[in-house]
């Protein structure tokens, strides 16, 4: 019995271990995959096209939206 769970803790252990460990490598690998990127968007920038919105009203028409929704049902129901 003794065997067997001092076993099973190992495993445990190593299983646990490799885990943590390919999670700290993929960390550094993210962090110095984003050092890299930094370091070629400053080599090569790319133009950055600035987009100019209108902004609408937020108040609806509720009598429209009414309108709306009950031409909707009509064409589901195919009245």
Same mark, same amino acid.
């Given at each position: 019995? @003794? +065997? #067997? =769970?001092? @076993? !099973?803790? #190992?495993? =445990? !252990?190593? +299983?646990? +271990? $490799?885990?943590?460990? $390919?999670l700290?490598? =993929?960390i550094f690998?993210?962090?110095?995959?984003?050092? $890299?990127? !930094?370091f070629? @968007? &400053?080599? $090569?920038? /790319?133009a950055? /096209?600035?987009v %100019?919105t209108v902004? %609408?009203? *937020? #108040? *609806? @028409?509720?009598?429209e939206?009414?309108?709306? *929704?009950?031409? *909707?049902?009509?064409?589901? &129901? !195919?009245?």
């Amino acid at each position: 019995m @003794n +065997g #067997t =769970l001092s @076993n !099973g803790l #190992t495993l =445990l !252990g190593m +299983g646990m +271990g $490799f885990v943590i460990s $390919f999670l700290v490598i =993929l960390i550094f690998a993210m962090i110095a995959m984003s050092k $890299f990127v !930094g370091f070629l @968007n &400053r080599v $090569f920038p /790319e133009a950055v /096209e600035e987009v %100019k919105t209108v902004a %609408k009203k *937020a #108040t *609806a @028409n509720v009598d429209e939206a009414i309108a709306l *929704a009950i031409a *909707a049902v009509m064409a589901k &129901r !195919g009245n």
